[in-house]
């Protein structure tokens, strides 16, 4: 299995730029979950997907931040514009989940996402 | 709302001790908890999964326990070795809510 795949793993852009991160679950996970990094804050969740359905968007921090999961093989996280303040580690993760049971979730390598 | 803590922070031990990382949480409630591994410019690796109902877990020179009614794990590694050293975080995943909060991690170092 190749585990969860993102896409870019590095990403410089200028303020106010369009950004868009991508990833690829693991294939027969129904949960998808992104999440950020930073020194600061540590990791959080940003927006959590069952089936291809956004349950819990609270961690997104801004409107200028969206998610989309259009098949089970897929997620965006898009930010428009970006900010400096952006700048971070963002992780996508995926596990299968049902019947009240919540199993382990695996991680992808990250975006490192740069904003100048 | 659910808070994390482990302690410590950073810890650096010579290779072959045996370690205890500590791990607490401030709500008992929880569906499970999971210990992750991260290395330096990288991504999160699982290690252990240990649900509400379960007191500890095993994997090679790891055990994970878990009390929850005192909101504490401990993730144990015996014989340390320098491949061991990076950040471990755990990771709580609270009753009604689908948040996995996570701890600010522990930086651990097994020098040779």
């Known amino acids: 299995d190749a585990g969860v795949i993102q896409s870019p793993r590095h990403e410089v852009t200028e303020m106010g730029q369009e950004v868009t991160l991508r990833c690829k679950p693991i294939s027969g996970h129904n949960s998808l979950f992104w999440y950020r990094q930073t020194m600061m804050r540590g990791l959080e969740l940003l927006i959590y997907f069952n089936n291809n359905v956004p349950i819990d968007d609270s961690g997104m921090p801004e409107d200028r931040f969206s998610a989309k999961m259009p098949n089970a093989s897929f997620s965006t996280l898009k930010i428009q514009p970006s900010e400096p303040r952006d700048s971070a580690v963002y992780f996508c993760?995926?596990?299968?989940?049902?019947?009240?049971?919540?199993?382990?979730?695996?991680f992808g390598p990250g975006t490192r996402l740069t904003v100048l | 709302k659910q808070e994390v803590t482990q302690i410590p922070a950073a810890l650096s031990v010579p290779e072959g001790e045996n370690l205890v990382l500590n791990c607490s949480f401030t709500?008992?409630?929880?569906?499970?908890l999971q210990w992750f591994r991260q290395d330096p410019g990288k991504g999160l690796t699982s290690l252990l999964l240990?649900?509400?109902?379960?007191r500890e877990q095993t994997s090679g020179r790891l055990n994970a326990s878990l009390d929850k009614s005192s909101g504490r794990s401990t993730l144990y590694i015996a014989a340390s070795q320098p491949g061991d050293s990076a950040t471990y975080l755990c990771?709580?995943?609270?009753?009604?809510?689908?948040?996995?909060?996570f701890g600010t991690g522990t930086r651990l170092q097994v020098f040779p």
């Open positions: 990771a709580v995943r609270t009753l009604g809510t689908d948040k996995l909060i």
């Open positions: 993760a995926s596990s299968w989940e049902g019947a009240g049971r919540f199993n382990e979730q695996f």
């Open positions: 240990i649900q509400s109902s379960q």
């Open positions: 709500d008992s409630a929880i569906y499970n």
